[in-house]
């Protein structure tokens, strides 16, 4: 089946730029997505790209898609302490979605 | 407003007892799901619905039920039989699915 990988930790500086990864295996998929959770929250979409794109920008946000190498990049620049939480990166895979275990961001000042 | 809500927010429960999570959308979406979080870990899904009347058990069914009577709403009950019901307990709603995915903001379960 499909799976979904991401690091499980990332630590930035408040201003700097954030880059969060995950790789994925099924190479059908038609979106990606990014998911952010607070403590104690649901799931907040934050965005999605469509497999047939490369990139997609939106604000701060920039995601990346190498299909080649079936990775999946989020950016977010100028990175505020309000930032700080767990990031979700899915597939939507066959009927359902893959969640990868999370990226969970610090924003240090 | 629409969106997905989920009630209560944090639940307590007598190890043997059974016990429903409520989860109601008014996005008027089809499809529903339930999905297990574990501390560190990314979620689980547990059952899903893709039609009123209709359900699907996902990757960690077992100890668990759900109904689909009405496509507003998707009630979970953790049964007496779930070794381990510890966890947050999230609902989503998708238009169809394959759809993106909206969520509600997840009840807490603990089991004394």
């Known amino acids: 089946g499909e799976d979904v990988e991401q690091s499980l930790f990332l630590s930035v500086r408040e201003g700097d730029s954030s880059v969060i990864n995950c790789t994925y295996t099924?190479?059908?998929?038609?979106?990606l997505y990014w998911y952010k959770q607070e403590p104690g929250a649901g799931l907040q979409l934050l965005t999605y790209?469509?497999?047939?794109?490369d990139m997609k920008q939106d604000q701060r946000l920039t995601v990346l898609l190498n299909k080649k190498d079936k990775h999946l990049s989020l950016r977010i620049a100028d990175t505020q302490t309000g930032d700080s939480a767990i990031y979700f990166c899915a597939d939507n895979y066959g009927q359902n979605f893959v969640f990868g275990p999370g990226t969970r961001l610090s924003v240090l000042p | 407003d629409g969106g997905i809500t989920q009630s209560p927010k944090y639940l307590f429960r007598k190890e043997g007892q059974n016990v429903t999570l409520s989860c109601e959308q008014n996005?008027?979406?089809?499809?529903m799901y339930w999905y297990r979080q574990d501390p560190g870990q990314g979620l689980r899904l547990i059952y899903y619905?893709?039609?009123?009347?209709?359900?699907q058990k996902g990757d960690i069914a077992e100890g668990y039920s759900v109904s689909r009577e009405k496509k507003e709403s998707f009630p979970l009950t953790v049964t007496s039989a779930q070794k381990n019901p510890t966890a947050f307990y999230l609902c989503a709603s998708s238009m169809r699915d394959r759809d993106t995915q909206y969520f509600g903001p997840g009840t807490r379960l603990t089991v004394l």
């Open positions: 790209i469509f497999s047939n794109m």
């Open positions: 996005l008027n979406h089809d499809a």
């Open positions: 099924d190479s059908s998929s038609t979106y």
């Open positions: 619905s893709q039609i009123v009347n209709d359900f």
